[in-house]
């Protein structure tokens, strides 16, 4: 089992930029797929990035590309999501998550799920 638990949410304006981590206690940090979604009130949580267990591979929700990145840093247990040209739409509670299948895009194909930080943009 693994524990997550993220920081770095906040409020910011409308373009600026945030980073949000992810510190990881528990198991081996590296048997993990790591991904970051986002639920806005009222709405599904969705994926926004994923990142494999040693970092060569990202994917991302189209709505971010370009603008988040998702660092991992093995040595520090700590999985990254760098948010730059925030917009407004990207207010949400941020939740990382950790799974075992690479390429992963849906709530279910991720076992661990941290408690969530909130992000508000405004405009």
């Known amino acids: 089992q693994v524990q997550l638990v993220e920081s770095g949410g906040g409020l910011v304006q409308a373009g600026c930029s945030l980073r949000l981590s992810c510190a990881a206690s528990?198991?081996?940090?590296?048997?993990?797929?790591m991904g970051w979604f986002r639920q806005a009130p009222w709405q599904e949580r969705e994926f926004v990035a994923g990142i494999s267990r040693g970092g060569t591979r990202t994917w991302y929700v189209d709505s971010v590309k370009g603008r988040f990145t998702i660092p991992r840093d093995n040595g520090k247990n700590t999985v990254y999501l760098q948010m730059s040209s925030l917009k407004p739409e990207d207010t949400a509670v941020y939740y990382c998550?950790?799974?075992?299948?690479?390429?992963?895009?849906?709530?279910?194909?991720?076992?661990?799920w941290g408690q969530g930080t909130q992000v508000t943009v405004s405009s």
């Open positions: 528990g198991r081996t940090f590296t048997m993990y797929v």
């Open positions: 998550a950790a799974g075992t299948a690479e390429g992963g895009v849906v709530k279910d194909r991720y076992d661990y």
